[in-house]
C-alpha cells in the first residue's frame, strides 16, 4: 500500500532553536497533505493543511509563524518548528492522501523534546 | 470541540474475546475511517466506510455505520495480545479534512 516517510523519528533540541520536520508520500503524488500534534494518551489534532504550490492553512488557534509549513512538491511537505520552547515537545504526525475521499496514509511521527 | 466521541476510552479484556470500540461524531459525512496506533508509532489504516455502506469486514474486524445516529463501531473479534494499541476513528465530510475520535486505549491481556 501507499507509504508516508516521515523524518527524523525523534529529535531533541535547544530552547530558541528551529527544527525541521520532513513528511514524503513514497509512491504517490499528493498535492495535500496534513500535520498534526498529539499529546501523550490523547487524540490527534490538526494543525495545518499543507497545499503544494501555495500557502499553508492552519487551524484556529496554531501560530502560523511558529509553525511553517512548506509544500515544495507533491511528494514533500516540511514543518518547521521555530524558536522551540519545551511546551513543543510533543509528537508530530503528517499525513497525505492520493485523492480526496479515499485512504489516508500516516507517517510514523516525529518525536520532538526541546530542552 | 471538533473532535468526535469514542467510548470507551479504555478498555481490558482477556485473549480470545470480542472487544467493541463506538465512535461518534458531530456532522454528516461522507467517509468513516478506522487506525490503529501503537505507542509512539504512526497511525495504521485499519478500515474505510463510506456513507453509503452500513458494514465492512476485514479479517477480524468489523465496522458498522449508523448515519441516523451518526456513530461508528469497531468490532475486534478473537482478539490478541497483539492487537493492544489505541483505535480511533476519523471522519470527513467530503474533503480531505478528517476530525478524528478521541480514541479508545484496548489491552488484550494474555
Known amino acids: 500500500g501507499a507509504v508516508v516517510s516521515q523524518h527524523p523519528s525523534w529529535v531533541i533540541c535547544k530552547s530558541g532553536t528551529s527544527v525541521k520536520i520532513e513528511c514524503r508520500s513514497l509512491?504517490?503524488?499528493?498535492?495535500?497533505m496534513f500535520w498534526y500534534r498529539q499529546f501523550p494518551k490523547q487524540s490527534l489534532m490538526l494543525m495545518a493543511t499543507?497545499?503544494?504550490?501555495?500557502?499553508?492553512?492552519?487551524e484556529q488557534g496554531v501560530e502560523k509563524d511558529k509553525f511553517l509549513i512548506n509544500h515544495a512538491s507533491l511528494t514533500l511537505s516540511t514543518l518547521t518548528v521555530t524558536s522551540a520552547h519545551p511546551e513543543d515537545s510533543s509528537f508530530y504526525i503528517c499525513s497525505a492522501s492520493e485523492t480526496v475521499g479515499n485512504t489516508i496514509y500516516f507517517g510514523e511521527g516525529s518525536w520532538l523534546t526541546v530542552v | 470541540s471538533q473532535q468526535g466521541e469514542e467510548d470507551p476510552q479504555a478498555l481490558s479484556i482477556q485473549e480470545g474475546e470480542n472487544a467493541t470500540m463506538n465512535c461518534s461524531y458531530k456532522?454528516?459525512?461522507?467517509?468513516l475511517q478506522w487506525y490503529r496506533q501503537n505507542s509512539g508509532r504512526g497511525l495504521v489504516h485499519l478500515i474505510l466506510i463510506r456513507s453509503n455502506e452500513r458494514e465492512k469486514h476485514s479479517g477480524r474486524l468489523r465496522v458498522t455505520l449508523d448515519t441516523s445516529k451518526k456513530s461508528s463501531s469497531l468490532l475486534i473479534t478473537a482478539s490478541r495480545a497483539a492487537d493492544t494499541a489505541s483505535y480511533f476513528c476519523a471522519s470527513s465530510s467530503g474533503t480531505y479534512k478528517y476530525i478524528f475520535g478521541t480514541g479508545t486505549r484496548l489491552k488484550v491481556l494474555a
Open positions: 499543507s497545499n503544494e504550490g501555495s500557502k499553508a492553512t492552519y
Open positions: 456532522t454528516s459525512i461522507n467517509n
Open positions: 509512491d504517490f503524488q499528493a498535492t495535500t
